[in-house]
């Protein structure tokens, strides 16, 4: 029996924690990677583990068959985790209300399945004096190495392979499975006690094959007017496409990710911004792209007259399957100049140290977001400004942020802004004077980059031309801001600590900002 126990602690503690990663993927889409997403999921989840050992060790107090007790405990775990799917999608929202309805929601399916850790302890320890210390030991050392290879296995592996919502009906199996396991170790059996174990493991498996699509209901499409288009799950994040004329627009982790146009007649993706570099430089060869994304700013880019390589590092290569469906960036990756990196930006560039680039672009998700300080703080930007050639420029979207620009100003010694992206570099940034003429000679394939009326007056052309670049210091002098701004460390992630809590708490409304959302980006 204590052998069993062991197995039952292990499975429980593997189950619990990979629903625990599951639960912090789909809070994490719901509130568009804000960073209190994880920490919320580990507070409730804590919360309803706790307040299910207190049932559970009544459990124990009074029922005599506690196999038979914990198989009835799996299934209402089971059962209630198929619901917490159906309740999940309209609960994902922003509101205080439906937030804390779905920690309570949380907190519930990590109780049904603590109510098995008094019990597993009791079916595992030796009653006799010398032995019970050993015996609860192995129990729980049973629990933690369930639970320490939940997390890597759904994290690293299932979620590579299924659904978020599939690798949630795995969970659902799985729970049954172990209830009916619990049945079959029983001293006394029911052949009544097996039907309900049985049904919830063929609903678990059916889910698995035809999952509920709660991504689908969450996912932000903008506007009803407009269908959802394509969804790529995998251990990296979540992406959809939403249809739209101008350009299909794309989110990554449900945040606004760019649009899927390089038409400049359009300019629905404001790539104005790129081609400003172009402008600046005044003979860029090679350049390093840090995030593909839609693709579209790195076929903007390949255009640039003189372009000879192009290095692209991307972490999810969901982006690569999404762009080869779009023929209007889909040559981007079979251009003979590009290599493609799936990789971490901040790793690939400490193993590359050699290598040094005139044009660095980074489109930058929104400041807010989770883990966004490692793309914005001084320590990156130092590790940037070491792979820069000489007159090398680096473009970063800073989504308005003004910690982004002072931190910028704390690296390098010019810093201008244009729209919402920061320019930087340790040589003056002013326009070349064949400014004009190197845009008419950009390309997307075979047709110039600006058609002649562009450079009209008031044109897209004519505004990159004569829109004055501003001073990054004086950007933040005319701000005029509320707290001075500061620089984003590795350590303090203040681009993210400043602002993580509006988004979540209306009652915070009137003194934080409000939740940035649109196409800031």
Known sequence: MRRFAWVLSFSVGLLSLSQEILWVRLLGFGQQGRPQAFALVLVAFLLGISLGAVVGRRICARSPELLASAARVLCWAAALDVMALQLAAPLLGYTPARLGALMLLIALTAGAKGVLFPIVHHLGSNTARAGLGRSVSHVYLANVLGSALGPLLTGFWLLDQLRVESAWAVVVAGTALLALACLLAAPQRRASWFVLPVLL??????????????????????????????????????????????????????????????????????????????????????????????????????????????????????????????????????????????????????????????????NTTFHWRAYTSLLLSRDYMRELQQHLAPGGIVAMNTTDSLDAYATALAVFDHVVRYSNFAYMSDQPLQRRPDAEAVLRASRIGDRPSFDDKLFAPRGVAWRLLNTPLLDAREHLRMSQPVEPPGVITDLNMLNEYRHGLAPLFGWLAPVLPASPRGDGN
Do not use: C
Request: proline fraction near 6%.
């Open 201 to 362: 493991s063929g609903l678990g498996v059916g889910l698995v094959a035809w999952p509920v699509k709660v991504i689908d209901k969450v996912a932000d499409i903008g506007d009803d007017k407009y269908p959802l288009g394509q969804v790529i799950q995998n251990k990296h994040g979540i992406l959809h496409t939403v249809f739209r004329p101008e350009g299909d627009i794309t989110f990554g982790g449900n945040a606004y990710d760019g649009r899927i146009n390089v038409d400049m007649g359009l300019n629905s993706n404001m790539l104005d911004r790129a081609y400003l570099m172009a402008t600046l430089h005044p003979q860029p060869r090679r350049v390093l792209v840090i995030g593909l994304s839609t693709g579209a700013w790195a076929r903007t880019i390949l255009g640039f007259p003189g372009i000879e390589k192009m290095d692209i590092v991307e972490i999810n290569p969901g982006y690569r399957t999404l762009i080869a469906s779009h023929p209007s960036v889909a040559p981007v990756l079979n251009d003979p100049r590009v290599s493609l990196h799936i990789d971490d930006g901040r790793r690939w560039l400490r193993a590359h140290r050699g290598e040094r680039y005139d044009l660095v672009f980074q």
